[in-house]
């Protein structure tokens, strides 16, 4: 079974992909909504909470983990490797790997868009520089996350579209062959994005950690299960029920809530 964990629902972006790519495997998704966000907290913080979330998943059996949140996967995913016995795949190797790819087909140049945590780790940028690419540019956009939350995504949302103005405005110009959508969160403002970088191809980095995942489980034939999915949510039930259904436009019945304090 594997276990996905996210601050709250942006790790869905992941479960999505994952329903996707591997529609038999058995899954367990925690999102922390009652410490949302992460991505503007310092890494003690961040690690102390990702040390959690993982306690809770592995009492729930899992026997891989999933870290579909950016903030985590590039603060404490060291300390997660070193902690739990289980294979453990983050959003950056896979995403830097693919943008990299078709930035080498283009002008070299990739954007990276992640929380202040995210951007401030410069993990990106290190993973971009393994697999060849330099020109590299980075803005932390803190607001997408509350705006994704509340389902303003499109670009008939105002608020969205001069936010996404602001923070995009250095990019225009630097006109990236790749976006890296470095937090979960940020796939569901993919029409926004779009809209002020039309040439620009925008890479999921929870599909591309699912691409990673579904490669380790294969080869080590642990990928089987009968497609069940259970949710935990440390607060927030209701709200997190209909906010799932609607993004994975499927009933989520099986949303449970837990004190993520006790773990
Ligand atoms: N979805 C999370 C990420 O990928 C972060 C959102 C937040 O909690 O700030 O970074």
Redesign the pocket.
């Known amino acids: 079974m594997i276990g996905i964990f996210?601050?709250?629902l942006?790790?869905l972006t992941a479960v999505e992909e994952l329903r996707k790519a591997m529609p038999e495997a058995d899954f367990v998704y925690f999102g922390?909504t009652a410490r949302?966000?992460?991505?503007?907290?310092t890494v003690e913080t961040i690690r102390a909470y990702a040390l959690q979330d993982c306690r809770f998943l592995m009492s729930q059996g899992v026997t891989s983990i999933l870290i579909?949140?950016?903030?985590?996967?590039?603060n404490a995913l060291d300390v997660i490797r070193s902690t739990f016995p289980v294979p453990v795949v983050g959003?950056v190797e896979g995403a830097a790997k693919k943008a990299a790819e078709i930035a080498s087909k283009g002008k070299g140049r990739v954007l990276v868009l992640?929380?202040p945590?995210?951007v401030k780790s410069g993990a990106f940028e290190k993973e971009l520089r393994k697999n060849g690419c330099d020109g590299v540019m980075s803005i932390a956009c803190?607001m997408f996350?509350p705006l994704a939350e509340n389902g303003y995504t499109t670009v008939k949302h105002i608020a969205a579209v001069e936010i996404a103005r602001e923070y995009l405005a250095p990019a225009v110009d630097f006109c990236p062959d790749a976006v890296i959508l470095?937090?979960?969160?940020?796939p569901l403002l993919s029409e926004v994005i779009s809209h002020f970088l039309p040439d620009s191809v925008l890479v999921s980095?929870?599909a591309e950690a699912v691409a990673e995942l579904k490669k380790s489980l294969t080869s080590r034939g642990a990928l089987c299960g009968g497609g069940k999915g259970k949710y935990y949510v440390s607060d927030g039930l209701e709200g997190f029920a209909e906010s799932a259904r609607r993004f994975l436009q499927t009933p989520v019945t099986d949303v449970t809530a837990i004190d993520i304090n006790s773990y």
């Open positions: 996210d601050s709250g942006g790790g922390d949302i966000p992460y991505g503007t907290r579909a949140c950016g903030t985590v996967s590039t959003v992640g929380t945590a995210t803190p996350v470095g937090c979960t969160h940020y980095s929870g």
